[in-house]
């Protein structure tokens, strides 16, 4: 039987100095060591019952699994760890509270809500990234560093998706915190990752409207099983002035299947953090739940187990969903250049059918002094180059709900492009190259700069007349870039 612990006594080397939280499945403690100082720290400790099997420890063995194979600002730093005697894990310890209070505060306005869910929604983009569902989204596991970065916290019930399902093998009942349960998981699916999305969606209409999507279900299987044949009441149905935009994003998180949602929490994000971009469809004049026709259908058919067809690994779904960044030069003397680029852009888009595609250009503007931000007649530079931009992304053909336009004004241009990728989360970048000069070799072009910085790979389009320049500049032949790609860093 483990012993009871008190502040002042050390354990695996950590003392405990402050029991900060008794739950019903473990405690946390405020610990230090001298190895790791001062670095804030805090102690998970199992609770563990004479005579509990060892189902008791499974969560607390799924977290300490994961959580040391995870890094980045969107988690908790591993320390250490230990299951057998007196098990315990150590993390850091992140200041500040959960989202929890903000419950109590909702409705919250449009903006904080956009501006909280981009970057939850970011945060599950970097972990699944890493092969990891979390599995259970909620406010309460959800914490903000103080540099702005929101971070996921308690991994008892996720899954990473090279590691055995420990938790799958245990559970009888639909694992996670019933009001933010998807449908899949209802069913006793564990491996889309679009699950945490839903999550995000239910946690996101409960800050908007003050209400929880679905209510506060008993976790059993019946009643959570209304999910899989009601739709939320629309959020504008509560509160007519809700912005149409957002409840689009909300109630398309919140779509019962998982093919009907945002493919990736990136993408979600983008549209959360640009709420002018956000295509409308019928979501966003809904004004009442489904006929009652329609419930009944969907109930009949909730009892038919649908067909298994083969599932894609949590790296692979993400493959197939990438945001693709093209960075357009709208100069008046690179429209071969533009094309040239659209012709690149459009190859890549027709092998990543649910990409979707960011077009930038970069308005390059004085580092001080004058006002840069009309032309001779009055007319504002930003919104000419806006309306150039969507012009040359139109012969794309795209649905309006996969292609953005973005113009950012910045001396810098190859900086703005790689903040603008980091920001976006972008997968692949697509810019083109000008011609070659005694000077830009000297200073650097702003296609090799976006090269080297990139936080993703980077294909650079060339004219064929720039490449035999460049290549009598070079004293040797080079294939039109403009037809291939050149890697960047990965």
């Known amino acids: 039987m483990v012993r009871p612990l008190a502040p002042g006594q050390v354990v695996g080397g950590f003392r405990l100095e402050e029991l900060l939280h008794r739950g019903g499945m473990a405690l946390l403690w405020r610990v230090t060591h001298p190895a790791h100082d001062p670095l804030p720290m805090i102690m998970k400790v199992p609770i563990i019952g004479y005579g509990e099997g060892a189902g008791a420890i499974v969560g607390f063995e799924v977290e300490e699994m994961i959580l040391r194979r995870l890094s980045g600002p969107h988690v908790p730093r591993f320390v250490a760890a230990q299951l057998a005697e007196q098990p315990y894990l150590v993390m850091e310890r992140i200041p500040g509270p959960s989202l929890l209070p903000l419950v109590e505060k909702a409705p919250l306005p449009a903006a904080e809500v956009a501006a909280l869910g981009a970057k939850v929604a970011l945060a599950l983009h970097d972990l699944h990234r890493q092969h990891v569902i979390h599995f259970d989204v909620k406010p309460s596991n959800v914490m903000m560093r103080e540099s702005g970065e929101a971070v996921l916290i308690d991994f008892g019930l996720s899954r990473h998706d090279q590691l055995p399902d420990l938790l799958a093998e ?30 995000l969606g239910a946690m996101l209409y409960l800050f908007a409207t003050g ?155 004085p580092r001080i002094g004058i006002d840069f931000g009309e032309d001779e007649q009055g007319r504002s530079l930003h919104l000419q180059r806006l309306l150039e931009l969507k012009h040359w992304a ?16 910045s001396p810098d241009p190859a900086a703005a492009l790689v903040d603008y990728a980091r920001q976006v989360k972008a997968d692949h970048i697509v810019i083109g190259a000008r011609g070659t000069s ?8 702003v296609s090799s700069q976006v090269v080297a910085e990139a936080p993703c790979n980077v294909t650079v389009v060339r004219t064929r007349v720039e490449v035999e320049e460049l290549g009598r500049s070079l004293g040797e032949t080079l294939a039109p870039a403009g037809e291939g790609m050149a890697g960047g860093p990965s």
């Open 211 to 365: 209400q929880r999507p679905f209510g506060n279900p008993q976790h059993s299987r019946r009643a959570l099983r209304r999910r899989l044949y009601q739709d939320p009441v629309p959020p504008r149905a509560l509160d007519p002035s809700f912005p149409p935009w957002l409840q689009e994003i909300i109630l398309r998180l919140l779509e019962r299947d998982p093919e009907m949602r945002y493919a990736t929490g990136a993408q979600a994000a983008f549209d959360l953090a640009h709420p002018k971009e956000v295509r409308l469809t019928e979501r966003a004049d809904r004004m009442n739940k489904p006929p009652l026709g329609t419930v009944i259908g969907r109930w009949f058919k909730s009892f038919i187990p649908p067909e298994q067809a083969p599932q894609p690994t949590l790296a692979g779904r993400l493959a197939a969903a990438p945001i693709v960044m093209a960075a357009v030069d709208l100069a008046p003397d690179m429209q071969e250049l533009a094309d040239a680029l659209r012709v690149i852009v459009r190859r890549i888009l027709e092998i990543e059918p649910k990409a979707r595609l960011a077009c930038v250009n970069v308005l390059k503007v």
């Open 438 to 445: 005694a000077l830009r070799r000297y200073l650097g072009s």
């Open 170 to 199: 245990e559970a009888r009942l639909p694992v996670g915190t019933a009001p933010y349960i998807s449908p899949e998981q209802v069913l006793g699916h564990r491996r889309d990752p679009r699950s945490d999305l839903f999550a």
């Open 394 to 409: 139109r012969p794309l053909g795209l649905p309006e709900e996969r292609v953005t336009c973005t113009v950012v004004e």
